[in-house]
């Protein structure tokens, strides 16, 4: 397994890694050392303190002490220590203990003990939540000593992890609201990159965060700007073409209807007509999508409408396969994605008798497939029919209307929705033209 996999996808997740790891580990060793050093260190000296004051008052007693002498010990623990102490007569010594320790705590007040108290000794850390106590076997008795839990449980030890939890959050809490504001401008210049590419609005946004990415941004929208201007500026000079051009074709048809009925007027007639249909088809390949805004487009709909219009029209056998569930609808420009899809229905008309058209929506991406039952075209031969002003002789040549721009401006403004449009082999035979679209 490599370590990209098992790396966040994000910036921010990773931002927050290279933070948040580093500060893990500083802390497991913090506390690590805590436990090994400090918190053994006064665990001990808690214990050996204890089972000291608990030895001085037990060797004062002897073997079996009187009741003047334990009033005097009650007396002393109480003044000096404060152990409240008992000694009980009639009841047995229960025994030493016999099981494991539950605590470190515990088995350092054992071993303390086990050191300095030579009679039998039994203590109990878990009957009283405030209060431990320690019995000592007499002769005549059991001696029982209580202490206060916080005699060998060191608060210290909570204090200390509340503290490492407490600072790790707060600075968790900070590198958090940090990095946000580091990756915001980030997400803007990337949601911006995005719209572009996909053909839509992409305006301008308040430069902000760290000086590289403003300068990113600073450059995005330089670019952006450039590319706005090369496109009005063609826009402009398409408009002028189309004027100059029109011009001297609209006086050789004028002086064509002044001509008589022959042989050569008809020659020339249909020699201006295809130049008028290639000067539109030329035109309309330079212009792209104008100035076009996108819309919130249904596009299983919008097919759906231009194959009942074909099989109305042409009556041909074009048929499309629905989803189960409906698309939702997103932003295209209608008009363009509606001359694309016309395109490529058009050819399927000309060189084939029926046509497939299917959709598949997954992973925020729009597939449709035309299909068709034609000659298809060749695959050493599909890259020169995206070209523009390429003719495949063979089959779509000027006497069946080729012009070469059909697919290459359908590629065109499927490439300008940020999409892909490939040719491929079809089922039924023919040509298949797939186009993804991203949502």
Same mark, same amino acid.
């Given at each position: 397994?490599?370590?990209?996999?098992?790396?966040?996808?994000?910036?921010?997740? /990773?931002?927050?890694?290279?933070?948040?790891?580093?500060?893990?580990?500083?802390?497991?060793?913090?506390?690590?050392?805590?436990?090994?050093?400090?918190?053994?260190?006064?665990?001990?000296?808690?214990?050996?303190?204890?089972?000291?004051?608990?030895?001085?008052?037990?060797?004062?007693?002897?073997?079996?002490?009187?009741?003047?002498?334990?009033? %005097?010990?009650?007396?002393?623990?109480?003044?000096?220590?404060?152990?409240?102490?008992?000694?009980?007569?009639?009841?047995?010594?229960?025994?030493?203990?016999?099981?494991?320790?539950?605590?470190?705590? +515990?088995?350092?007040?054992?071993?303390?003990?086990?050191?300095?108290?030579?009679?039998?000794?039994?203590?109990?850390?878990?009957?009283?939540?405030?209060?431990?106590?320690?019995?000592?076997?007499?002769?005549?008795?059991?001696?029982?000593?209580?202490?206060?839990?916080?005699?060998?449980?060191?608060?210290?030890?909570?204090?200390?992890?509340?503290?490492?939890?407490?600072?790790?959050?707060?600075?968790?809490?900070?590198?958090?609201?940090?990095?946000?504001?580091?990756?915001?401008?980030?997400?803007?210049?990337?949601?911006?990159? *995005?719209?572009?590419?996909?053909?839509?609005?992409?305006?301008?946004?308040?430069?902000?965060?760290?000086? +590289?990415?403003?300068?990113?941004?600073?450059?995005?929208?330089?670019? *952006?700007?450039?590319?706005?201007?090369?496109?009005?500026?063609?826009?402009?000079?398409?408009?002028?073409?189309?004027?100059?051009?029109? %011009?001297?074709?609209?006086?050789?048809?004028?002086?064509?209807?002044?001509?008589?009925?022959?042989?050569?007027?008809?020659?020339?007639?249909?020699?201006?007509?295809?130049?008028?249909?290639?000067?539109?088809?030329?035109?309309?390949?330079?212009?792209?999508?104008?100035?076009?805004?996108?819309?919130?487009?249904?596009?299983? %709909?919008?097919?759906? *409408?231009?194959?009942?219009?074909?099989?109305?029209?042409?009556?041909?056998?074009?048929?499309?396969?629905?989803?189960?569930?409906?698309?939702?609808?997103?932003?295209?420009?209608?008009?363009?994605?509606?001359?694309?899809? +016309?395109?490529?229905?058009?050819?399927?008309?000309?060189?084939?008798?029926?046509?497939?058209?299917?959709?598949?929506? /997954?992973?925020?991406?729009?597939?449709?497939?035309?299909?068709?039952?034609?000659?298809?075209?060749?695959?050493?031969?599909?890259?020169?029919?995206?070209?523009?002003?390429?003719?495949? +002789?063979?089959?779509?040549?000027?006497?069946?209307?080729? %012009?070469?721009?059909?697919?290459?401006?359908?590629?065109?403004?499927?490439?300008?929705?940020?999409?892909?449009?490939?040719?491929?082999?079809?089922?039924?035979?023919?040509?298949?033209?797939?186009?993804?679209?991203?949502?």
């Amino acid at each position: 397994m490599q370590l990209r996999n098992v790396l966040p996808k994000t910036l921010f997740g /990773r931002m927050l890694s290279i933070i948040l790891v580093p500060m893990i580990f500083v802390q497991v060793i913090t506390v690590f050392i805590f436990y090994d050093r400090h918190w053994d260190t006064v665990t001990r000296h808690m214990a050996n303190n204890l089972s000291a004051e608990i030895s001085i008052l037990v060797d004062q007693l002897g073997n079996a002490p009187n009741e003047e002498l334990i009033d %005097t010990i009650k007396k002393t623990g109480w003044e000096y220590f404060n152990f409240p102490i008992q000694f009980d007569a009639e009841t047995p010594f229960a025994g030493s203990n016999s099981d494991n320790p539950q605590s470190y705590a +515990e088995e350092m007040l054992w071993r303390a003990l086990g050191a300095r108290l030579a009679r039998p000794w039994r203590t109990n850390v878990d009957s009283d939540p405030h209060l431990i106590y320690v019995d000592v076997k007499f002769d005549n008795g059991t001696l029982r000593i209580y202490a206060s839990r916080k005699r060998i449980f060191s608060s210290t030890s909570w204090t200390f992890i509340g503290w490492t939890l407490g600072s790790s959050i707060l600075m968790f809490s900070i590198a958090l609201l940090f990095m946000r504001g580091q990756v915001r401008p980030i997400l803007r210049l990337a949601n911006a990159a *995005r719209q572009l590419g996909l053909g839509r609005a992409a305006p301008d946004y308040q430069l902000e965060g760290a000086r +590289e990415v403003r300068l990113a941004g600073r450059a995005f929208q330089a670019m *952006r700007h450039r590319i706005m201007r090369q496109l009005n500026e063609r826009t402009e000079m398409l408009a002028g073409v189309s004027h100059d051009l029109r %011009t001297p074709l609209t006086r050789i048809r004028l002086q064509l209807a002044l001509m008589k009925d022959s042989e050569d007027a008809a020659a020339i007639r249909a020699d201006l007509a295809e130049m008028e249909d290639m000067i539109d088809a030329y035109l309309s390949f330079a212009a792209g999508e104008g100035e076009e805004e996108p819309e919130e487009t249904q596009i299983e %709909t919008l097919l759906d *409408r231009l194959v009942r219009q074909t099989a109305k029209a042409h009556g041909y056998d074009i048929q499309m396969a629905l989803l189960d569930e409906p698309m939702p609808a997103f932003p295209v420009r209608r008009k363009s994605i509606q001359r694309a899809f +016309e395109n490529i229905i058009s050819n399927a008309i000309a060189y084939s008798t029926k046509t497939r058209i299917s959709l598949r929506y /997954r992973n925020d991406e729009v597939s449709i497939l035309f299909d068709d039952d034609g000659a298809g075209i060749p695959a050493e031969r599909r890259a020169d029919a995206l070209r523009p002003f390429i003719r495949l +002789e063979e089959s779509r040549n000027r006497k069946t209307g080729g %012009t070469g721009l059909g697919l290459s401006i359908t590629s065109d403004i499927v490439l300008g929705h940020g999409g892909e449009l490939t040719l491929g082999d079809s089922p039924l035979g023919g040509l298949r033209v797939a186009i993804k679209l991203p949502v």
